[in-house]
């Protein structure tokens, strides 16, 4: 006779998963909250690099916040020499303006070439800018010129997340793109319209409003922020070519090989949204943008070749093998 005895003490069950969603969820509420009173109280972090980093490096804690912390320091490690490259980035640029006098008159007659004789800077002014009134469309024109800041390097941070290898395409066209526009400030230093207005090169007044909206929505530390930036941490005779625009179009460009062409104008509707906003902010002229957009099809060209020759180059077996 034989009996099946029943264990003293059940099989404990397994202990549960996580619940990685939740967990998601509840992080980047608590991260989103954090962000919107800093940037209420303090200003977007664009000022300084290794800040706006920080701030990402929480977003991606915040995502996964079921790795364990060792998983985190990845991030240190893959992002710190870019950040502090972007730093002396900067500080750099602010003396690139020190070596050849501004360009002011080429650039004035470039666009009025283009457009029959007028600046669109100040068209766009004169017909959409009232002083003292702040329009609605200036608060979009504040939020698209603040993406600048936080869009490029956004990307880059899901694409770390998600793919290492893509992100890894993408820096270097970032770098190779930020690298040809910081030696042409140096080379040729060339003023934008707000600059020769205010100088006398342009007869008419143009107002730098690039931050006027944000006074509207009650971000006074915000807009204050990104003033101080423009006034103490940067090169006023910067504007060619427009890296605001590049930065856009390359942020766009680098998907649409893998986006369905029924997103396209979506997708391209951003870079056009910053074509405009610095337009008729004073802060570039339509020739600016054509350069950037140019630099950025040049990027692209130059660093898919030398991709492509790497790759070819490790194919191809030794001599010695």
Do not use: C
Not at 42 to 47: A, L
Not at 154 to 159: D, G, K, Q
Not at 170 to 180: D, E, I, K, P, Q
């Amino acid at each position: 006779m034989t009996s099946t005895l029943a264990p003293e003490h059940p099989p404990a069950p397994p202990p549960a998963r996580p619940d990685r969603h939740r967990r998601r969820v509840v992080g980047m509420l608590i991260w989103s909250a954090a962000f919107a009173v800093g940037t209420w109280f303090i200003g977007v972090p664009t000022s300084d690099p290794l800040i706006a980093f920080g701030w990402l490096w929480l977003a991606t804690i915040a995502w996964r916040s079921e790795l364990p912390w060792r998983q985190h320091l990845l991030f240190l490690r893959d992002w710190l020499p870019i950040a502090l490259l972007l730093v002396g980035y900067n500080i750099s640029r602010g003396y690139a303006d020190k070596l050849f006098a501004p360009h002011v008159t080429e650039l004035i007659h470039a666009d009025q070439a283009m457009f029959g004789g007028t600046v669109p800077t100040l068209w766009l002014q004169h017909h959409l800018y009232q002083p003292g009134a702040v329009q609605w469309w200036e608060v979009l024109v504040s939020l698209v010129y603040v993406s600048h800041f936080l869009t490029v390097p956004t990307v880059a941070v899901v694409l770390w997340v998600r793919s290492r290898p893509q992100w890894a395409r993408y820096m270097r066209r970032w770098f190779t793109l930020s690298l040809a526009g910081l030696i042409t400030y140096f080379l040729y230093p060339a003023a934008p319209p707000w600059w020769a207005a205010k100088f006398g090169f342009i007869a008419e007044p143009v107002a730098r409003i690039s931050t006027n909206g944000w006074n509207a929505v009650g971000l006074h530390s915000a807009g204050n922020t990104l003033n101080a930036l423009q006034v103490e941490a940067s090169n006023p005779v910067a504007a060619m070519p427009s890296l605001h625009t590049a930065y856009a179009l390359m942020a766009v460009a680098f998907f649409l090989p893998v986006v369905r062409r029924r997103w396209w104008p979506l997708l391209l509707a951003y870079p056009l949204a910053m074509t405009f906003t610095l337009v008729y902010s004073g802060e570039h002229y339509v020739i600016d943008v054509l350069v950037g957009w140019a630099y950025v099809g040049a990027t692209f060209l130059g660093v898919g070749l030398a991709e492509r020759w790497w790759r070819a180059r490790r194919r191809v077996p030794s001599a010695d093998a």
